[in-house]
């Protein structure tokens, strides 16, 4: 399978209908996707998604070298998890689609802006198909090169497979909080473990787009707790199990913790 050396990757620009994270990967959008009410296009234009759990709408994405390589089934692979497929649906015909866009995307330099539109063909028959093609913007194309060179990236494919793959696990809970917290007191989990527990997760709820008062009560509370494992001696923590009890008390009624 041939490997390819750049992918199409998303710059967060609102202004230009890119609501994707700076540096996502994209794909075309399927019939299930939705522009998520964020922005209209006239019926010959079409758009990007996200490839996570989110697949939030770009109308343009730009050409970037990544770490290594990516085939047609690394991308069919990634589409599917991202929309919850059984990825051993894929199959040669539908790696078809896939090697067309990488094919598309690895034929322009990098940083080359690209959209997708509809192209109707008349002969032999009236048919509609979806094509990739290189953007033209009527603004200072030197502004936007700087802004296209400076995206930051997950640039390794298994690493990007890995963050897309972690937005499925249960989201923890306020109880999940207090249940690992209970752990470390029972001494069934390492502080340490606690510590990379939860800075798993806060870096999951960083790379959201949106967050509802829920998770950002949780992600406060993530953030708080990194502290659990600070040392001041050879296993003597700054923060005492006894407090350790106080913040359970606290995420019990919601409140914050200081």
């Known amino acids: 399978m041939k490997k390819y050396e750049k992918m199409l990757i998303a710059f967060n620009d609102k202004g230009l209908n890119c609501y994707a994270r700076q540096g ?13 009410g964020l922005f209209r296009l006239a019926n010959y234009l079409h758009y990007f998604v996200s490839l996570n759990s989110e697949r939030i709408p770009s109308e343009f994405g730009v050409v970037k070298k990544i770490e290594g390589y990516i085939t047609a ?4 692979k990634l589409d599917y998890i991202s929309r919850k497929q059984d990825v051993s649906l894929i199959t040669d015909e539908v790696l078809i689609d896939y090697e067309k866009f990488l ?22 028959k009236n048919t509609k198909e979806l094509r990739v093609h290189k953007k033209f913007f009527l603004v200072c194309l030197k502004e936007k090169r700087n802004l296209y060179s400076n995206l930051q990236l997950e640039v390794n494919f298994n690493k ?16 999940d909080l207090i249940n690992k917290l209970e752990n470390v007191l029972k001494g069934n989990m390492s502080r340490e473990q606690f510590n990379q527990w939860s ?3 806060v870096q999951n709820l960083e790379n959201r787009n949106l967050l509802s008062s829920d998770e950002e009560q949780l992600h406060e509370y993530l953030i708080f707790l990194l502290c659990i494992d600070l040392e001041i001696g050879p296993n003597i923590y700054f923060h005492e199990d006894i407090e350790l009890k106080e913040w359970i008390k606290k995420i019990t009624l919601g409140v914050p913790l200081t």
């Not at 089934?73 to 069919?76: C, F, K, M, P, S």
Request: hydrophobic share 35%.
């Open 73 to 76: 089934e690394d991308l069919a």
């Open 103 to 124: 094919q598309k995307i690895n034929a322009h330099p990098e940083h080359t802006p690209m959209a997708v539109t509809w192209l109707e063909k008349r002969f032999p």
């Open 24 to 36: 996502d990967w994209l794909y075309i959008a399927t019939k299930s996707d939705t522009k998520k």
């Open 199 to 201: 800075y798993k997760w």
């Open 160 to 175: 990007y497979l890995g963050k897309v793959k972690l937005m499925f696990e249960n989201q923890p809970t306020k109880q």
